[in-house]
Each structure stands twice: as structure tokens, then as C-alpha cells.
């Protein structure tokens, strides 16, 4: 089952994937980054993974996209484990990290292409899927464009773009819009908006109006440990719901 | 096969989009030129002594048999090439995995569908097929020499194999101390210390008349000699042997890198 190589005969895209994690462990020598969390996504959820810096939403998402080991704990993706079924976890997420990690000396449509082989699309699949995403992204003026040469919003775009060219149905989106100006960070929230649905779409942010706007449910992180998780407009419909930020129940 | 294509085709336009790649080979082959020309210099120096001294010319018999093209210009040329590889070749080794590191680009390759092993082939294989072109620059003159010194076609593709054998073997350190690593200059550095370090324990042998084990283990570990036969014109399978287990062995290094990263983040 672990085999790397392994090629998976339910493969083909879904509305979404669940996730689950039971008791999920990982320290980072003796700092504990995330604490026995429990939780659980549906299938075609939009959901926020609040929390403020360092509260263990970054090393979440790094498991289950399978970049990191869990120190101990269970975690599902479909019912693959990132730890033993890294490839086929790997076929079922689009990941768009926290800052725009593309390769600057790349053309747009170049990356793209590259992006997409390496996720296997070749031939005429390929093409279509790089023409798709650029159509859906609103990425036709830069494409011909070096990838270092464009503004953050286009280069977050970009980074969007390869995550949907094999259709995945886990998307994972870390920190979309920060560093970012207020028009772009309109453009990127559109962008996620319009992937509502289609997709498990796991929004990683410390933005509470960018949770509130695109996520239906929610989770907030404190040093590692959950301090809440419930509908989105529950959990940050408190009086302050920042005392969640801060590790304090929910008043 | 469709993502190991990729991989390399994306490496290759990142490897030669950056002026590096062509500075690196110009420096190999205006380094390999500078070598050979001094050498050569130096033996139409010598030459010219010889006339001066016995007053007869050029003629062959007036010529010590050790003053001749292949031991005073192409074996020294060689030698020096083999030096200079250790200086170059990290320069071009150092960013095919810091790079990636330091970008964090090497998050969005783990999460496509390559494993970690054709991450690593990948980038094994660009970086092998640079250092091929970089020797196949450099080794004009090598070539001269041994064309015009008579010294024979066999003993040309020797000593290609073994300067190939070389490069590709330092390459390989290159890459894994890239691989362990998010800076490019603890990179670079690492690997010309390994690189030096490796080149020839031959001194060592005097103060090991004791320890005849040690002294044969340095021996063992060291590039130069084996390096050497090559450039004799003996293509021998230990050595062969040899080239090819570092490279296994950097494989094998630079996989675990990976694997590490997942550990200890």
C-alpha cells in the first residue's frame, strides 16, 4: 500500500475528500507545534484553520500535504495516510504555500506546463489544462511574462493556478492574501470564492473577515491545541472572538 | 516517465536561464586553456634552453627523453585540471537543492506526484549532463596535446573517461552537501573540503609505515591516484569501480536529505 509508485484505481476527482486527524502529534525538538488535535473535514467543505502566528496552522497543513512526519497520531486523507500512502494523498491535493513559492526564472506558461507534468498531464491534456487554468485565473496577459516579474497578486494567482491544473479535490491554501495589497487581496478572495462547492478547500489564515467570507466552518489553533471548531459565523460570532486568538474559551 | 521529463525539462530552463551556467563554462574552459598554454610555454622554454646550451638545434638527440609533450605539458596540464574541477564544479552543484530549500519551491515539488527519487534523479541527471558539457569544453586542449604528441586515440577516450569520472564524482559530493543544506555557500564551501580533502592522502603514507591498514584505507579513499591511472591511458574497473560508488553513495545521501526534512522539518 505504501509503495510510492503505486498507482490508485479510485483516482478519478470527486467534489471533495475528507480529512481526519485523530490525536495528531508533532514537536519540533521539545517545542510542541501541535497538540492531540482532533478534527475532522467533510467532503466539498470550505474550512478555516484560524489561529494567530505560530499557533500550529502551517505544520498542520505541512502533514497532511505529507511535507512533514506527525511526532504521533492518526491522519487521514480519503482514507490514505500521508505518512505511508504519500503518492496517493499527494494525487487528491493542490497545495498553494504561504508566500508565493514558484520559480521566479520561469515563464508563466512555462511553470504551468512544468506544473502540470509533473503531475502527469502530458499531450494535448496538458495543453488543455494550462489554457484552462490561465482562462480561470485571469492569467492570459501575463503568461508569456518571467513569474519574478509580476506583482504579488499575479504570483499568488500563479500559485493558485498550478494547484487546479490536475482538478484536485482537496485544495489546501495557506496565508492567500498575506503580503498582499487590499485590491489584490479582493482579487484573490474572488478567485477562492468561486471554488466553493467543487472542492474540500482547507483555508488556512489569522484573517477573521477572509474565514468569514469564504469558509462555512472553522477551527481555531492556540499553541497547537484546538480552542474551538464549529460553523464559521459561530465560532467568530462571540463579542471578541480574538480572546480565541489569545488560547481563552469562547465567551 | 511523463514527471521525470518535466522535472528535467524545468531544470534544464532554470540551469541555462541563469547566467551561471555559461559563466561556469567559460571559467572551465578559459581555465583549461590558461593551463595549457603555460605549460606550453614552459616546455618551448625549456626546449629553447636545450638549443642554447648544446648549441645543436633541434635536433632530437640534443633532447632528454623526460622532455616531451606528454610529461611536461599534457600529464601537468591534467593534473592541474583535475585541481581546478574542485573549485568549479561546487559552483555549479551548490544551488540545484538550496536553491529550492531557500525558495521553499521544494514544498510545491514534494506535493506533486514526483517521489523523492525521481526529485533526486531529476536533478542527478541535469547536473550529470552539464558536467559532461563542461568537460567536453575543457578537454580541447587535453586533446591537442595528445593528438599531437602522438599519444593515440585509446589513450584520449581514457583520459576523457577518467576527467568525465572525475567531474561527475565531484558533482555528486556537490549535490549532496546542496542537498543538505538551505545555503548556498555553506554549499559550495563543504563541497571544495570534501573535494580537497578526497584529492590525495599520498602524503600520509610516511607517517603510516606503522598502520599499513590506514595508510591502505587513505589511499583507497583518494581521487588523485585513480584519477591518474586514467590519464596513463589505463582504464582500470576498480577505479571505474570507485567513481561510480561515490556517486551511488551521494545518491543515496542526497535521498535521505528528503527523507530528513519530513522528520525534522
Known amino acids: 500500500m505504501s509503495s510510492e509508485a503505486q498507482t490508485d484505481s479510485s483516482d478519478a476527482p470527486t467534489p471533495g475528500v475528507r480529512v481526519e486527524a485523530r490525536g495528531l502529534c508533532r514537536n519540533f525538538g521539545t517545542h510542541v507545534a501541535l497538540d492531540t488535535l482532533d478534527l475532522r473535514i467533510e467532503p466539498g467543505q470550505a474550512f478555516g484553520l484560524l489561529g494567530a502566528n505560530g499557533a500550529g496552522k502551517t505544520t498542520f497543513i505541512r502533514l497532511v500535504t505529507g511535507v512533514l512526519l506527525p511526532s504521533s497520531g492518526e491522519l487521514w486523507v480519503d482514507g490514505h495516510s500521508p505518512v505511508t500512502e504519500s503518492a496517493q494523498v499527494r494525487r487528491r491535493l493542490g497545495y498553494v504555500a504561504e508566500t508565493s513559492r514558484i520559480y521566479p526564472d520561469l515563464r508563466v506558461r512555462s511553470f504551468l506546463r512544468f506544473a502540470g507534468g509533473a503531475r502527469e498531464l502530458n499531450g494535448a491534456e496538458l495543453e488543455s489544462a494550462v489554457e484552462r487554468v490561465i482562462d480561470r485565473f485571469h492569467l492570459e496577459d501575463v503568461a508569456g511574462r518571467w513569474i519574478g516579474q509580476l506583482s504579488k497578486g499575479f504570483q499568488q494567482r500563479v500559485s493558485l493556478a498550478q494547484a487546479f491544473l490536475h482538478d484536485p479535490p482537496l485544495l489546501i491554501v495557506d496565508e492567500p492574501t498575506s503580503g498582499l495589497d487590499p485590491l489584490q487581496q479582493q482579487e484573490v478572495r474572488d478567485v477562492l470564492r468561486g471554488l466553493r462547492g467543487n472542492h474540500t478547500l482547507i483555508l488556512c489564515t489569522h484573517d477573521l473577515t477572509e474565514a468569514q467570507e469564504l469558509t462555512e466552518r472553522a477551527a481555531v489553533l492556540h499553541r497547537g491545541r484546538l480552542v474551538a471548531e464549529g460553523p464559521t459565523g459561530e465560532v467568530l460570532g462571540g463579542t471578541d472572538p480574538l480572546r480565541l486568538f489569545r488560547g481563552e474559551a469562547a465567551a | ?265
Open chain 2, 1 to 265: 516517465m511523463t514527471r521525470i521529463r518535466a522535472l528535467i525539462w524545468k531544470e534544464l530552463t532554470v540551469l541555462f536561464g541563469s547566467p551561471l551556467a555559461y559563466l561556469v563554462l567559460t571559467l572551465v574552459v578559459l581555465v583549461a586553456g590558461l593551463i595549457f598554454f603555460d605549460h606550453l610555454r614552459a616546455y618551448n622554454q625549456i626546449l629553447f634552453l636545450f638549443q642554447s646550451s648544446t648549441m645543436g638545434g633541434f635536433e632530437t638527440d640534443t633532447i632528454p627523453d623526460h622532455v616531451n609533450l606528454r610529461d611536461t605539458v599534457f600529464f601537468p596540464v591534467m593534473e592541474n585540471l583535475g585541481l581546478t574541477l574542485i573549485a568549479v564544479i561546487p559552483m555549479i552543484t551548490m544551488r540545484v537543492f538550496a536553491e529550492e530549500r531557500s525558495r521553499g519551491t521544494d514544498e510545491l515539488l514534494v506535493t506533486t506526484h514526483l517521489s523523492p527519487n525521481e526529485i533526486v534523479l531529476g536533478k542527478f541527471a541535469v547536473t550529470y549532463f552539464f558536467v559532461v558539457v563542461a568537460m567536453l569544453a575543457s578537454f580541447v586542449y587535453p586533446a591537442m596535446a595528445i593528438l599531437q604528441g602522438g599519444i593515440g586515440l585509446q589513450h584520449l577516450l581514457s583520459v576523457f573517461m577518467g576527467l568525465t569520472m572525475l567531474a561527475l564524482a565531484l558533482a555528486s559530493i556537490g549535490l549532496v552537501c546542496s542537498a543538505w543544506t538551505s545555503s548556498q555557500l555553506i554549499a559550495v564551501v563543504a563541497s571544495w573540503a570534501i573535494g580537497y580533502v578526497l584529492w590525495d592522502w599520498s602524503w600520509l603514507t610516511p607517517f603510516l609505515r606503522e598502520a599499513e591498514a590506514l595508510a591502505r584505507f587513505f589511499d583507497g579513499i583518494s581521487m588523485h591516484p585513480r584519477y591518474s591511472t586514467f590519464a596513463e591511458g589505463i582504464v582500470n574497473l576498480a577505479n571505474l569501480a570507485y567513481f561510480v560508488g561515490v556517486a551511488i553513495v551521494a545518491y543515496a545521501l542526497a535521498r535521505s536529505a528528503l527523507d530528513w526534512k519530513r522528520i525534522a522539518g
